[in-house]
């Protein structure tokens, strides 16, 4: 055989592998897409597109690309950095065993992790019954009627509550009081979020001062049951006179105690928070997690976050949907009851599974072992001399007063290898969970014993019993449905999330061309670091020198992303978009008060924005003026001077979008920043659409003074079904000190304070961006950008003859995304953008965004990462589709009995006995040649979405339904 020729041994290394892989479209793909665009090279068409005045000057300073197992081995390196330990700290993070059968079908599964959030009812089904496990698992725990879907930290949801309360209840008081044996990052983030509502929050320890906090007047008041020093408070007594002064009672509650404990919904609580971390999510440095808030009916209205309801399909069959969605920010702007948008749908899914693999049982079960196992040491510890307390009712967490010894034993406990918890300087708290063992609990012994003989654990078995009084035991029932008590096996757990899963659409199975939402590769080298021990089960409050590792990967991402965006500052704690716009918006506020400009609070934004701009306003004490756009879509600069002018003494920022949310880079950007500058006002520009800036221009450098980032949109973490996400908030240098900061870590006092209950948000989702930077480098990430922008531009230029492009740059582009406009149609066809999006699943897709930013049309954002093949078959199905509604508008088909207003069409509907309609079953079918073998069938018809909300339903249906 003859030898190929020998090439260098630099071209056979190749660095950039990992490029094309994430890059959907090849050399040649991309000469012939710019050959229908019409231009030379992908150089020439981003020059046409981003306006010169902005361009990056310099290239990204990045670390070279490096490889798929290059990258992998270096993070190894700096995950190793990280000590694992066994952590008795608690303060709201246990251990947990993640059932196998979850981890690897759930948080390691791409079916699930690469899901959107469920705004297309139809294929969104699987996940959505997943959720509304979780609503009904909240409620039955917490024995309240209402439960959402998820928020993003128990901290976040108590401040949420507390606004939730301000909103719903008689007292008009402005003091909202708070047990001081909360999580003191609860504690932290309430102030936070209360100090710009002028909300005075007032700290009461619990005794003479609780009392006498509760004689005064508040709004509501909130408490941790179990409290963070572990004592279990009867808290009846308080109800009642909280609810004698019209005001509401909100509590912070652990879930698996609850399943021991009489459930905050048995003694008339109002609202109860918390969070499902110990349901098997990895305490990862601090999340993400799934929160809870559950409240009662009343307040149902007025609820932050999703809510998931049972609705009907046109079948009549029960049917999954977002319910009241005339509450989401999206809508409501400034008039939002909260700025939650991406929340934390993975986490809740797999806390959901957890109960469903368990069962009621199980989950008593691991709950009375616990509750048992604190019992033993509690024992142990009095027999060592120590002083403990509450031992008279505690659930998992001992506490001993240890006076001058604690620093002594807080020191020596990580050379055993486990942490304590240091609490009020002379007290130390130990925290137990699913995974203490025996041999645990005996080493905990050996540190305190100090040299003395250990106690043996055999010792204090026999006849041991939970620390929980007989008056504070739960008795009533909790998951009697079904649900919870059939898939125990693993077989049945398996086929039960496999089910769920194949009613599904995500990235696993079709693009997902959604506009501002970035649905990108999650490449599987980015995912696998997330569930390395190292990252995975280390507490957030673990003592810095075993965190070395997450504060190397901290330092290197906010160093690549300050190269990416221009900034000098990044914090990652927020731990969402809309958690990064709030803590700009705090910064620029406490950079003007500062400065004596404590009354520059208006927000200027422009009609055309996101929703969560407004409401993060809102929550930030900012006062909204909307500004108008011309009729190409962009800011428009008269109304702005005007505005400008008008509001110049009391001017705190504008909030833009760029390239803006129609999809178009604006060419008077500078002159924007420039005209806010001038009235004394900061530039916040939202960084959803990063995707078409990074490598090409920075909003740091063309006038940006604040930016937030999706990690979970530009850098590739996946969207989970709806979060977690990543929203880190990036300022120019002269901000930096107004980024959040987190004295539950650190004691250190800030302008700004905590946003997350976590110092560094999600942080085990963190190496997901982290590996994407790595393995992309600043070629990389440049080239990504330019194809996102090809690829967008080939589809509108593909579509234009069918359906056109509403908003474009004067030479004819768009950006990385395009709005078709398909409110022509409805005129000769009655066809609405929905039945499109509808019609788009019947050909096994995802629809486009739909209605946002401009009701009637949709958005369609490709991203680099598809390819051209599946680019194309979009196209085809977009074009089919309109060749439908030609036959509507020609009058063969009638505008009320067509395929697009029958979409989408399940197996069954096509396969019944009489078919009357117009149309064929096998038009109805719209199975393309190619995808002959691979069809998606829609598990349900068009969900009714009026339904759903005059019927309001939101836990698990019973089975009688189906019947
Ligand atoms: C997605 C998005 C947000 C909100 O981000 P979340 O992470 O969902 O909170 C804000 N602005 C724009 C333009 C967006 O597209």
Known sequence: MLMQSARPLGELENPSEFIPRHIGVSEADERHMLSVIGEASRRALVEGIVPRSIARATDMKLPPATGEAAALAELRAVAAKNRVVKSFIGQGYHGTHTPGVILRNILENPAWYTAYTPYQAEISQGRMEALVNFQTMVCDLTAMPIANASMLDEATAAAEAMTLAKRSVKSKSNVFVVAGDCHPQTIEVVQTRARPLGIEVKLANSGPQWEELL??????????????????????????????????????????????????????????????????????????????????????????????????????????????????????????????????????????????????????????????????????????????????????????????????????????????????????????????????????????????????FAEFEKGIEPLIPQELRRTSAFLTHPVFNTHHSETGMLRYIRGLSDKDLALDRTMIPLGSCTMKLNATSEMIPITRPEFAHVHPFAPADQLQGYAELDAQLRAWLCEATGYAGISLQPNAGSQGEYAGLLAIKAWHESRGDAHRTICLIPSSAHGTNPASAQMAGMQVVVTACDDNGNVDMDDLRAKCEQHSANLACIMITYPSTHGVFETQVKELCALVHQHGGRVYVDGANMNALVGVA?????????????????????????????????????????????????????????????????????????????????????????????????????????????????????????????????????????????????????????????????????TESETLEEIDRFIGAMIAIREEIRRIEAGEWPQDDNPLKNAPHTAQSLLKGEWTHAYGRDVGAAVLDERRHAKYWPPVGRVDNVYGDRNLFCSCVPMSAYE
């Open 215 to 456: 004689a005064g007047d508040f709004f509501a008041v909130l408490a941790q049951y179990p409290a963070t020093s572990g004592r279990i408070d009867d808290l009846r007594g308080d109800v009642a006179k909280v609810h004698a002064k019209g005001a509401g009672f909100i509590v912070a509650a652990d879930l698996l105690a609850l399943t021991l404990l009489v459930p905050p919904g048995e003694w008339d609580a109002d609202i109860v928070v918390g969070s499902t971390q110990r349901f098997g999510m990895p305490m990862g440095c601090g999340g993400p997690h799934a929160a809870f808030p559950a409240c009662r009916d009343e307040f149902k209205r007025s609820m932050p976050g999703r809510l998931v309801g049972v609705s009907v399909d046109t079948h009549g069959n029960p049917a999954y949907r977002l319910a009241l969605q005339t509450r989401e920010q999206h809508i409501r702007r400034e008039k939002a009851t909260s700025n939650i948008c991406t929340a934390q749908v993975l986490p809740a899914v797999i806390a959901s599974m957890y109960a469903v693999y368990h069962g009621p049982q199980g989950l008593t079960r691991i709950a009375q072992r616990v509750a048992a196992y604190a019992a033993i040491p509690v024992r142990g510890l009095e027999t060592l001399g120590y002083q403990v307390r509450n031992t008279e009712a505690i659930f998992d967490t001992i506490s001993l007063k240890t006076d001058a010894q604690t620093p002594v034993l807080v020191q020596r406990a990580p050379d055993a290898g486990m942490n304590l918890r240091r609490a009020w300087d002379d007290y130390l708290l130990v925290s137990l969970d699913e995974t203490t063992t025996r041999e645990d609990i005996t080493k905990l012994w050996t540190v305190f014993a100090d040299g003395k003989p250990v106690p043996a």
């Open 698 to 862: 920075a909003p740091g450098e063309f006038g940006g003074d604040v930016s937030h980032l999706n990690l979970h949109k530009t850098f590739c973490i996946p969207h989970g079904g709806g979060g977690p996400g990543v929203g880190p908030v990036c300022v120019v240098e002269d901000l930096v000190p107004f980024l959040p900061g987190h004295a539950s870590a650190d004691g250190k006092q800030r302008p700004v304070g905590a946003v997350s209950a976590a110092p560094l948000g999600n942080a085990a989702v963190l190496p997901i961006s982290w590996m994407y930077c790595r393995m992309m480098g600043a070629e990389g990430l440049k080239h990504a950008t330019e194809t996102a922008i090809l690829s967008a531009n080939y589809i509108s230029v593909r579509l234009r003859d069918h359906y056109p492009t509403l908003y474009a740059s004067p030479n004819g582009h768009v950006a990385h995304e395009c709005i078709l406009d398909l409110r022509p149609l409805k005129e000769n066809s009655g066809v609405t953008a929905e039945d499109v999006a509808k019609r788009l699943v019947d050909y096994g897709f995802h629809a486009p965004t739909l209605s946002f930013p401009v009701p009637g049309t949709l958005m369609v954002e490709p």
